[in-house]
């Protein structure tokens, strides 16, 4: 069974970072890529952020162009997203997500995590 | 900067049939853009129900059907539920750049 957990939100103050984490389980990480989708408080959903399987290509939205960084560890079966510079615009409920297909970026995401939620705030 | 539009918000009796869609500010929308439906409701992460634009995943019952009609990704949902009642989103790939764009969302009643 595939499996999605995302930690590592909570209160920050605005300007500070965060990292969030995505475990997974009940496949072969390192074969699929990945995303990361947020939605703020009783708004709609936004992709933020996506990674190849292989790690090598990385893909932003706008909004956080030059601020978030996704990554993966694959000894670890694990996703991240390194948040610097927040803003209370950020403040959302952090999801991640996996492709349908190994290899394959096309955002098609199947499977999904509970959510972590990140709020910025003074 | 690309904007994806849905209905805000549509109303279906039990029994009945309706159409989402998913529509791009850069024109029509076709294979390429690899159209995904989610299902969200309150509290809950959202749902995948349909992925390149017609594929139904394995849990997707078989009244949702995914399809382009007339330029934009439509969602199809036929002898509607009472449960079927949430937010819907679709999801268009841009390949470069914004590499994806949610619509809005619609809220459908039942």
């Known amino acids: 069974e595939v499996q999605l957990l995302e930690s590592g939100g909570g209160l920050v103050q605005p300007g500070g970072s965060l990292r969030l984490s995505c475990a997974t389980s009940?496949?072969?990480?390192?074969?699929?890529?990945m995303s990361w989708v947020r939605q703020a408080p009783g708004k709609g959903l936004k992709w933020v952020s996506a990674i190849s399987d292989s790690g090598s290509s990385t893909y932003y939205a706008d909004s956080v162009k030059g601020r978030f960084t996704i990554s993966r560890d694959r000894s670890r079966n694990t996703l991240y997203l390194q948040m610097n510079s927040l803003r209370d615009d950020d403040t959302a409920m952090y999801f991640c997500a996996r492709e349908v297909d190994e290899q394959w970026l096309v955002l098609s995401l199947g499977y999904w995590g509970q959510g972590t939620l990140v709020t910025v705030s003074s | 900067q690309t904007v994806v539009t849905q209905e805000p918000s549509l109303t279906v009796s039990p029994g009945g049939t309706v159409t989402l869609t998913c529509a791009s500010s850069?024109?029509?929308?076709?294979?390429?853009?690899?159209a995904n439906w989610f299902q969200q409701k309150p509290g809950q992460p959202p749902r995948a129900l349909i992925y390149s634009t017609s594929n139904r995943h394995s849990w997707t019952p078989a009244r949702f059907s995914g399809s382009l009609l007339g330029g934009k990704a439509a969602l199809t949902l036929s002898g509607v539920q009472p449960e079927d009642e949430a937010g819907y989103y679709c999801?268009?790939?841009f390949g470069a750049g914004q590499l994806g764009v949610f619509g809005g969302g619609t809220k459908l009643t039942v």
């Open positions: 009940g496949f072969t990480f390192r074969n699929y890529a």
């Open positions: 999801l268009l790939y």
């Open positions: 850069t024109g029509a929308v076709t294979s390429d853009y690899y």
